[in-house]
């Protein structure tokens, strides 16, 4: 099993790599280019929350309670939020996430189950693009890639330390297998993960009329999450044919 080291070193590089993949490729304002590739380095740690070690678990939801609030910023304007009041639900969100979320991670998942798996990986990009509200749909995405690109380099670095490469044939560990997965041995777990998502995709595809309903004054972003997935069949309509991303 790759150290936790190697795990950040690795996302981090790779975080670097796609925060100028961005910038100078698709021309990704360098702000967003920055938050992005540091959400990916991030999310290479995020695998281990289901961790009974203690430490790896401690320093990703200290971090995670701390940035979350940070990152729901542009959503609390748009609610029309005073500054008393951003300052309680940054609080609030605290409180939940370190201790609230980190109590149900500590019970109820276990190291190398379902929070190991590719459909975790989705579901953390998809909580990333509800926290990070913007008005350009497309850096949203950008943003949530780079923590699925995070979490999955940490499933794919344990799967490669789970070969024995010493000898004239390399031989697999008992723990191979238990990463790069869609399904655990768990049936309740598998469920449970599954609906997650169908959840998160249903709250990712109808955030956009929702926020509009309850804005004052009302969101009006360029592109709605439907919008969007109707254009995945008429790519050219969103783009204008250079291969940027619009700001």
Known sequence: MADF???ITTSTVLGV????????VFHVPP???LIAGSLCSV???LPDLDSKSGKP??????FVSVIAPMLMMPRFDALGMSTEHKVFAAGV?????RFGIGGLFRSYTKHRGMWHSIPAALIAGLVTFLVCLSTDFEIRIFKAWAVVLG????LLLDEIYAVNWEGHLPSTKKSFGTAMKFFGKSRFANVFTYVKLILLVTLVAGDDYAMGCICEPELTPP??????????FHHAHDHDGSGTLHR
Do not use: C, N, P
């Not at 790599?17 to 100078?24: E, I, S």
């Not at 969100?93 to 996430?97: E, P, S, T």
């Open 93 to 97: 969100m605290y409180v939940i996430i």
């Open 57 to 62: 678990q401690r320093e990703m939801l200290s």
């Open 151 to 154: 979490f999955v380099s940490h």
């Open 5 to 7: 080291k190697t795990h």
């Open 223 to 232: 592109e709605t999450a439907m919008d969007w997935f109707q254009s995945m």
């Open 43 to 45: 999310a290479g740690m």
């Open 31 to 33: 702000a967003h280019a």
């Open 17 to 24: 790599a796609y925060g100028a993949v961005g910038h100078f």
